[in-house]
T-cell receptor, first 111, second 115 residues
Framework: QQQVKQSPQSLIVQKGGISIINCAYENTAFDYFPWYQQFPGKGPALLIAIRPDVSEKKEGRFTISFNKSAKQFSLHIMDSQPGDSATYFCAASTSNYQLIWGAGTKLIIKP | SAVISQKPSRDICQRGTSLTIQCQVDSQVTMMFWYRQQPGQSLTLIATANQGSEATYESGFVIDKFPISRPNLTFSTLTVSNMSPEDSSIYLC????????????FGQGTRLTVV
């Protein structure tokens, strides 16, 4: 009930391509869905987040698509660049601020 | 936003010893979180530390092994006690921004190797 399932585990995309990472959840009490980006040797940093009252949020090349009925959300990285190579985590939380984390996706952008 | 300074950034420790990790935040925060992250893996919450009260530990983590102090609203420590090689991991301190935002900020982590 508390899990957030993330796929794929790893992803290789050509420079300029679209990277897509998917997450699914069960707990309908979740009301905050962030994506975090983590580079080696660093802590995770918030990339973009969405609440369930909207179906899409875009910030620059990064877009979250949210499907409330399917209990799924995804991260799309347009025009992927080598600097986007990192590990991406989806997460979900309720109003208690405790984050439930996905397993992570290691993204490699090939030049 | 919040800037978190975490020390040490890495350490190599002998089996059976203890290590205390410090987390300093540049603003006052109510809740601080300690995570463990195995290399290449996701984050596992160890405990939530509120100032003025006992830390709340997640299943599988106990106070005797991971004692936490929270003396004020900007500082916390996590001690990894009686270490074994299985404790080798990255330990992360995290806080949430104040107000309606629930953005979590992280320190750079402490990479611990137990030999």
């Amino acid at each position: 009930q508390q899990q957030v399932k993330q796929s794929p585990q790893s992803l290789i995309v050509q420079k300029g391509g679209i990277s897509i990472i998917n997450c699914a959840y069960e707990n309908t009490a979740f009301d905050y869905f962030p994506w975090y980006q983590q580079f080696p040797g660093k802590g995770p940093a918030l990339l973009i987040a969405i609440r369930p009252d909207v179906s899409e949020k875009k910030e620059g090349r990064f877009t979250i698509s949210f499907n409330k009925s399917a209990k799924q959300f995804s991260l799309h990285i347009m025009d992927s660049q080598p600097g986007d190579s990192a590990t991406y985590f989806c997460a979900a939380s309720t109003s208690n601020y405790q984050l439930i984390w996905g397993a992570g996706t290691k993204l490699i952008i090939k030049p | 936003s919040a800037v978190i300074s975490q020390k040490p950034s890495r350490d190599i420790c002998q089996r059976g010893t203890s290590l205390t990790i410090q987390c300093q935040v540049d603003s006052q925060v109510t809740m601080m979180f300690w995570y463990r992250q195995q290399p290449g893996q996701s984050l596992t919450l160890i405990a939530t530390a509120n100032q003025g009260s006992e830390a709340t530990y997640e299943s599988g983590f106990v106070i005797d092994k991971f004692p936490i102090s929270r003396p004020n609203l900007t500082f916390s420590t996590l001690t990894v006690s009686n270490m074994s090689p299985e404790d080798s991991s990255i330990y992360l301190c995290s806080v949430h921004a104040g107000g309606a935002s629930t953005e979590a900020f992280f320190g750079q982590g402490t990479r611990l190797t137990v030999v």
